[in-house]
């Protein structure tokens, strides 16, 4: 079974950052990359997405303007970068891999990605 790992969660204070890194021992640059978040209780979340073409971006609204996405084939390796963080970001994030050439947060649903890691969280604090 193919699974991504995540790592770089962790406590930070209100306004800080983290980078999150999604690596695996496949080609990550076969495969669409999503980053989910899931607070207890609520459905999971795409929080953003890039395609295995790396020529598609997209991002959640809540997340849009802070977060980035971003490959580093060097290391087979997705980031998340995530600034100003608010105490609505603390939550489970997982990193997940689908056999797709595009990413949109809206059409491609959790159920298209084939591939998930364990998650990292990440807590938001004053």
């Known amino acids: 079974q193919l699974q991504p790992v995540e790592s770089g969660g962790g406590l930070v204070q209100i306004g800080g950052s983290l980078r999150l890194p999604c690596a695996a021992d496949?080609?990550?640059?076969?495969?669409?990359i999503a980053w989910f978040r899931q607070a207890p209780g609520k459905e999971r979340e795409g929080v953003a997405c890039?395609?295995?073409?790396?020529?598609?971006?997209d991002y959640a609204d809540s997340v849009k303007g802070r977060f980035t996405i971003s490959r580093d084939s060097a290391k087979n390796t997705v980031y998340l970068q995530m600034h100003s963080l608010k105490p609505g970001d603390t939550t489970i994030y997982y990193c997940a891999a689908a056999p797709l050439t595009t990413c949109g947060l809206e059409y491609v649903g959790v159920r298209e990605y084939n591939y998930w890691g364990q998650g990292t969280q990440v807590t938001v604090s004053s």
């Open positions: 496949f080609n990550l640059d076969l495969y669409t």
């Open positions: 890039t395609s295995s073409t790396d020529e598609d971006t």
